[in-house]
């Protein structure tokens, strides 16, 4: 698995470099390569567009692999001042704080610049890279969350299905953060149930991604999971409930959100 990892990181800056101009003297010297290779790498997450934000450091005439380097130099430090994510153009290199997946940022038209980030394993990056949003919004990384509403009814099969269709997973909360995201979703969406990616089999409860449900999930409403009338093999939230998980039968057709893993 090392290997592979490996092999990819190695593969892929050798890319870089080919499409990179060589240049002369470094302004500053990189780490050296093989300590950040097993951690780190960038993906090129897209052409001709920039994260337009303010840059925290500013460096001419380097090449994109220079960059890496630099912005991996400042991983240390107060937190205003760890690069995260990088712009490129015209041999400069635009150091930056925040990252594409941070909120709600989208990437923007910049002919001739592109955009870096810093990631934390290149074998799940290079399975997200060909996906379908990392291509249409340069949100590649696994670290980057975003949930989407279907106010269409559906049983938990075919809602499943239909997340699986775009690349992505019936929402999977796991903390209170994903969970008010999920409330606010469905109050703007207007809808009183939503499926969400927990389902029972043999008695156990897993994520619709194939864990184990987290021991210490405290988003139950009030005396469930209660398998009423023995049919209830999948999980909802619902407006009654709080908002909160109610076990219920799969089969009835309710909305749903999907979660996409960039
Ligand atoms: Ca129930």
Known sequence: M???VLFLCVYYFRFLEATTPMTTLPPTTPPPLNSFYTRYAASQHRQDKKLDVKPIAVVKDVSKVQ????CLQRQTGGKSKICRSFNYFSRI?????????DGERDLTEAPGWSYYDLVDDFSKEAKFMVSKQCASKGKCSTKCLKFKLYKTPLSWQEAHAACREEQAY????????????????????????SWIGVRKRDGIFYYDSGGLLLANNTMWGPDQPNDSGGTQ???QMMSEMDYLWNDFDCARPVGFVCQYVW
């Open 2 to 4: 090392l290997v592979d």
């Open 67 to 70: 960059c890496l380097g630099l």
């Open 93 to 101: 290199c635009y150091m930056l704080n925040t990252y594409v997946c």
């Open 170 to 193: 019936l929402a999977m909360p796991k903390n209170s953060h994903d969970h008010e995201t999920l409330i606010m979703l469905m109050k703007k969406g207007n809808i009183l149930q």
């Open 233 to 235: 093999q999948c999980v």
